[in-house]
């Protein structure tokens, strides 16, 4: 089935760092979004980016729309203790039902 | 407002035993959605559904099957257990469609078959 490709699997970085990530699809997407997933809970989602280039931002939170529209990228600043956990993209596929093809996820670690 | 409830939080069945994995919100959203999610893997759609007596299948439905009776509820249920239904299933529901809706996931059943 399809799938999205994210890197990197994991990261482990001292609080205070600049994170990046990034997610790739051979298929076209018109909408991307970052969801990220606290230990035992559901994902929440943290950004849309609808247009090819966009460059949206929420708090500490930057993501940006691939001009392909085959990637994606997630970048967060400062990291802090509470931004552990998985980080998942999803592209919004049109197949009649508009399907949402998640990716394999980013672990993330924070060490204070 | 609960938002999306799952039950049971976790569960270990034997093979070929039955279960249903219960999911209801409390939102009047019109979409449900249940995913399961397997180590180092993405979220793969098993049903879904579009409003009360409508269901549909996702990309992974064998070995699964679903009912709507109500818009709240969106039950899973597994007839014959097997080890390669090891996951953990996410209930989701949206107010309309996922292009223009954002999905409220519940926290999750981590399912066990041995």
């Known amino acids: 089935g399809q799938q999205l490709n994210q890197s990197p699997q994991s990261m482990f970085i001292q609080e205070g760092e600049d994170v990046s990530m990034n997610c790739t699809s051979s298929?076209?997407?018109?909408?991307w979004l970052w969801y990220k997933q606290d230990p035992g809970e559901g994902p929440v989602l943290l950004i849309a980016?609808?247009?090819?280039?966009e460059l949206t931002s929420n708090g500490r939170l930057t993501a940006q729309f691939g001009i392909t529209r085959k990637d994606s990228f997630l970048n967060i600043s400062a990291s802090i203790p509470s931004d552990v956990g998985i980080y998942f993209c999803a592209g919004l596929m049109n197949t009649g039902f508009q399907k949402l093809v998640f990716g394999t996820g980013t672990r993330l670690l924070v060490s204070p | 407002n609960a938002g999306v409830t799952q039950t049971p939080k976790f569960r270990i069945l034997k093979i070929g035993q039955s279960m249903t994995l219960q999911c209801t919100q409390d939102?009047?959203?019109?979409?449900m959605y249940w995913y399961r999610q397997d180590p180092g893997m993405g979220l793969k759609l098993i049903y879904y559904?579009?409003?009360?007596?409508?269901?549909d299948k996702g990309e992974v439905p064998n070995g699964y099957n679903v009912s709507r009776s109500t818009t709240e509820d969106f039950p899973l249920r597994l007839e014959l257990a097997a080890p390669s239904q090891t996951s953990v299933y996410f209930c989701?529901?949206?107010?309309?469609?996922?292009?223009?809706?954002?999905?409220?996931f519940g926290a999750g059943s981590r399912l066990t078959v041995l």
């Open positions: 989701a529901s949206s107010y309309g469609d996922p292009g223009a809706n954002v999905l409220t």
């Open positions: 939102m009047n959203h019109n979409y």
């Open positions: 980016l609808y247009k090819a280039g």
């Open positions: 559904s579009v409003g009360a007596g409508i269901t």
């Open positions: 298929s076209i997407f018109n909408t």
